[in-house]
Structure formats: structure tokens, C-alpha cells
């Protein structure tokens, strides 16, 4: 039996796309048939380009919109049989921190109300009790009492996460995704949210679905990495392993692209044969034939222009590309 606290099994959205007049229907596949899981107190993280589907992926897992196919399956519970209390149950398990804190705040709620919400709704903390709760959930991302009475306007960007975090942390929840939490910060603070995010998994044994189009971000948080394009994912495996040797053209691609933070990976040379920007990231309305990276590919040949390579297993390692196949 999986004693996995979140699988992900064969998950598909495919969109409806506008066609043209007499054109046969067409959709978009942003994503097309990704499985992984993450074990309770684990870090998974799900790496790749901008419009591969992540956020797609991380919006089915919090059941906010259903797949065209496929299971997400937490606590042992295919999700899409939740109803009622054991709905609101999962909806208080399972949180998320949105890439841009401002946008997720309300501008007109103080912090004490902002993170008092969801300890009245799911009935976690007498009333008198609920100022020092709410200190304590700063306290735990690094922020004083006196954040009690502000709005969001007077906080930095990085102080205006913490309190995103904090409220997803408010509930106790058992798996936190995170949609890219650092994309809208400044360089400089987005190695100290990376590191709160470290110090409350380690004190708190949440688990994490960390999401970043920046590979080189994930490295010293997450245990496994799924690397994804268009919709599948391309490569797997635990994160020492990756970094180690990635074994996807795509993969040695992402770990060339600058890091925002300073990581070893920096001074990487160029992976023999790769073209980078070679040509532009294709749309998952036309996926091309094949394998869907080969238009980017230097290492491309014959077979990958018509046969979709598997994600396939060896060695520990899954790798959906004819080279290891
Ligand atoms: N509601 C929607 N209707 C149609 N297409 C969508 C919708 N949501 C996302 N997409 C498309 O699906 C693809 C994946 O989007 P998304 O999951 O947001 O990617 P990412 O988070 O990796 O940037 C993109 O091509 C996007 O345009
Ligand atoms: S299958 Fe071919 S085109 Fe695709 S990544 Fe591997 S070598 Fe490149
Ligand atoms: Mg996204």
C-alpha cells in the first residue's frame, strides 16, 4: 500500500481552445497525464518553464478545479468523492502560497484579522485567545506583535509573504503548496523566504509542494523533483540525483538558465550539443509530434521526430527521452 500523504495519478486538464470555423475541435493540454507522490513530510517540487502547467497541477491538487482525468489522491482519499464535512475537512488540510502576496491579501483587512479568518471559521481558537494565536503565527514567520494592526500596504513584499504563509500555516494544515512564492519578490529576499520555508518544514514536518520555474531554487529545499514541459512530466528523480546528473536535455537546459540566487549550478558549462533559446517554447495547443521538446533539442535524431518517448524507470531514475531508452 502507498503510504504517500499526496499521489497524483495519470492527471489531465485539457481546455477547450477556439477553433476556426469549420476547423476540428481543439484543446489545450496544459496538462497531459502527470503522476508523482510525495511522502508526509516531504519537499516535491515541480519545475519548469512559464505556461507548462504548474499552476494547473497545483490548482486540481487544492480541488479547485476538477480533471478532465486522472486522480489526486491525499490521505489514501481519491478527492474527487469529498463532500461536506470531509471536504472541509481537506479544504483546512490543504493550503497555498500564491506567487504575488500583495494580490492574495485584502488591502482592507489588518494582519490580526487577515490570519484571525480562518481560526474562527474552522472553530480553532477561543475568541479571547485569538490575539495571541495570531502572535504566535507571526512569531513563527519572523515578524513582531506590531504587525498586528497593519495593512497590507505597509509591509515590504517579503514581510507581505510571511503573512501569506502564516495564514496558510493559521490552519495547522498538513500539505502546503507553494505556486511559485518567490517569482514576485526582489532577488535579495528570496533566499530568506526560501529559508523560512526550510526552518518551518523542519519544525513543523509539514509537507511541501514547492512549484518554481527556476530549478536551482529547489535544490536545497525538496527531496524529489519532477521536471515538467508542456504538460508531462520529462524527467524525475530524487533532487541530489538531478543536480547531480540530469539526465534530460531539458533538464541541463533549466540548470543552465541564471539562477536569481547564487547556487553552485552557476558556473556549469554549457552541456555539450545544446542550443540554448534555440527556438521558442511551443504551445500546448500544438504540441509537436514526437518527442515535444525536439524543436529545441541538439541532441535530437531521427526516432525523436515521430515517437513520444515514455517516462520510463532505470536505475532509480525516470527520464521520458529516447537517449536512455
Ligand atoms: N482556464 C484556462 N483556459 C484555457 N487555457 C488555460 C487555462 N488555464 C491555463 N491555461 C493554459 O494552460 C497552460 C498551462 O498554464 P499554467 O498551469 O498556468 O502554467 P504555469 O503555471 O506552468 O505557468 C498555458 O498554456 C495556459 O495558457
Ligand atoms: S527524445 Fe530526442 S528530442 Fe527529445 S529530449 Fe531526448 S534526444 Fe532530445
Ligand atoms: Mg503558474
Redesign the pocket.
Known sequence: MDTSLLVIDDLKKH?P?RSGFGESKRF?K??DGVSFSVARDGVFALV????????????MILKLIDPTGGRVVFNGTDIATLKGDRLKAFRRSVQIVFQDPFASLNPRMRVIDTLGEPLIIHDLVPKNQLRDSVVRLLEHVGLGPEALMKYPHEFSGGQRQRICIARALAVSPELIVA??PLSALDVSIQAQILNLLQDIRRRSGITLVF?S?DLNVVQYLSDEVGV?YL?RIVEMAKTEDLFASPKHPYTELLLRSVPKIRTVRAETPLPVGLKEGQADIP??IDVPPGCPFHPRCAQRFERCDTEVPALIERNGRRVACHLYQ
Do not use: Q, W
Open positions: 481546455y481552445a489545450v496544459a496538462v519548469g518553464e512559464s505556461g507548462c502547467g504548474k499552476s494547473t497541477v497545483a490548482r505556486d511559485e512549484i520555474h515538467m504538460g504551445s500546448p
